[in-house]
Each structure stands twice: as structure tokens, then as C-alpha cells.
């Protein structure tokens, strides 16, 4: 069974940089697709960013090119999402998400898609003030 565990949330302020983890157990990272999606007050669940197995594809929301990188390090398990240059807009809760099972495909849209993953952590806070 895979677990995710988010953590590295806080409060901060806009131009700030934040780098949220998520440890990940039961499963070798290079075994799954990972991903961080987001959920603002009273808004539904955005993607942000996804990492394929290998690590050598990555997808970002629009609003995240440029100020987002999604890491993995597979020596720790961990998959890490630094944000830079942080807005007030980016104030949500962070999830990170999995797959481990095959993908119809490797593109945006299938990447992107919530209904695509099997296991969810429960998320960590991030709050950026302007």
C-alpha cells in the first residue's frame, strides 16, 4: 500500500520561496508517477505539476512555468515541489498524488487528470500573504 505524507507548508509572503516534500512508502518512487495538485478555498482541485517514472518528462500548470520545479530524489523516496516567486494566488492546499498503474498515455491531459491517480496524501497548507 502506498502512503504519501506532504509537509513543508507555511505562511509567507508574495516573492517568498517555499519547497514542499512528500515522503512516499510501500512503493520505490521510480515505480510511480507523482504528481502536486492544489485546492484554493472554496475552488475545485488544480494540478500543478507531475514527474513521469523515469523523471524525464514534467508537466506544469501555465501559472506554475517559470516559478515551479518538481523534483524527485529516489535515494529518499521523496518528491519535492520548489515554488518561487510565490502570489497570494498560489495560497491553497498541496497535494501530492501517485500512480502506479500503467497510464493509457503520456500526455498532459492524462498526467493532469486527478481520476488518473490511485493514492493522495492529505495535503499541507500554504498560505502567502501580500
Known amino acids: 500500500q502506498v502512503q504519501l505524507v506532504e509537509s513543508g507548508g507555511g505562511l509567507v509572503q508574495a516573492g517568498d520561496s517555499l519547497r514542499l516534500s512528500c515522503a512516499v512508502s510501500?512503493?520505490?518512487?521510480?515505480?510511480?508517477?507523482m504528481s502536486w495538485f492544489r485546492q484554493a478555498p472554496g475552488k475545485e482541485r488544480e494540478f500543478v505539476a507531475a514527474?513521469?517514472?523515469?523523471?524525464?518528462?514534467?508537466y506544469y500548470v501555465e501559472s506554475a512555468k517559470g516559478r515551479f520545479t518538481i523534483l524527485k530524489d529516489n535515494a529518499k523516496n521523496t518528491v519535492f515541489l520548489q515554488m518561487n516567486s510565490l502570489k497570494p494566488e498560489d495560497t491553497a492546499v498541496y497535494y501530492c498524488?501517485?500512480?502506479?498503474?500503467?497510464?493509457?498515455?503520456?500526455?498532459?491531459?492524462?498526467?493532469?487528470?486527478?481520476?488518473?491517480?490511485?493514492?493522495w496524501g492529505q495535503g499541507t497548507l500554504v498560505t502567502v500573504s501580500s
Open positions: 514527474i513521469s517514472r523515469s523523471g524525464g518528462i514534467k
Open positions: 498524488a501517485a500512480v502506479y498503474r500503467p497510464l493509457k498515455s503520456s500526455s498532459y491531459s492524462t498526467y493532469s487528470s486527478g481520476s488518473e491517480y490511485d493514492c
Open positions: 510501500g512503493r520505490t518512487l521510480s515505480t510511480l508517477v
